[in-house]
């Protein structure tokens, strides 16, 4: 059906079913520790079907792609629930854990690290993370995450950079 067509419940249907990542955001305990946990086995999955070299350009699509998609269904969620950060909206959570993925190897310690740092950023949220909330909407809702997933990633580029020698 053209999207002109479409009847605001059906938006607001799909805009539930990515904010929660389908469904996800409504498991207990923890809903935004499962959204990141099944990031992380998702990633480790599809990354078995990537060229090494097209790993961190599509590490890097998805992250950008998953968090630009996140901001206006958070946003409707957010609204309709009249809630200014449910807890049962985890697309911000996949698109931070799938920033803190970017440019690491695949093997289980590494996936290990970066499922612990960025869930431990997104809940202590150090500076200025806890300021990026105060952004209206699904912007609000996304961008401590994406700090979170960027700090996440600094730190395991610098333990990467650290080994190698």
């Not at 002109?4 to 469904?23: D, M, Q, V």
């Not at 993925?101 to 499922?115: E, N, Q, T, V």
């Not at 997104?122 to 609000?140: A, S, T, V, W, Y």
Request: aromatic share 10%; net charge neutral.
């Amino acid at each position: 059906m053209p999207a002109a067509l479409e009847s605001p419940a059906a938006k607001s249907k799909a805009a539930w079913l990515l904010a929660t990542f389908f469904g996800v955001g409504h498991l207990r305990p923890g809903p935004g520790t499962c959204a990141s946990a099944i990031t992380v086995l998702c990633w480790w999955e599809i990354s078995h079907f990537i060229a090494p070299q097209w790993l961190i350009p599509v590490a890097i699509f998805a992250a950008v792609a998953i968090t630009l998609l996140g901001i206006s269904p958070s946003t409707v969620v957010a609204r309709e629930s009249g809630q200014t950060d449910p807890g049962f909206v985890v697309i911000d959570e996949v698109a931070g854990q799938m920033i803190s993925l970017i440019g690491i190897p695949i093997a289980w310690k590494y996936l290990l690290a970066s499922f612990i740092l960025f869930r431990g950023f997104d809940i202590i949220k150090p500076f200025p993370l806890r300021r990026l909330e105060r952004l209206p909407g699904g912007n609000g809702i996304m961008m401590d995450d994406v700090g979170a997933g960027i700090y996440a990633l600094v730190l395991l580029q610098i333990w990467l950079h650290l080994t190698a020698r």
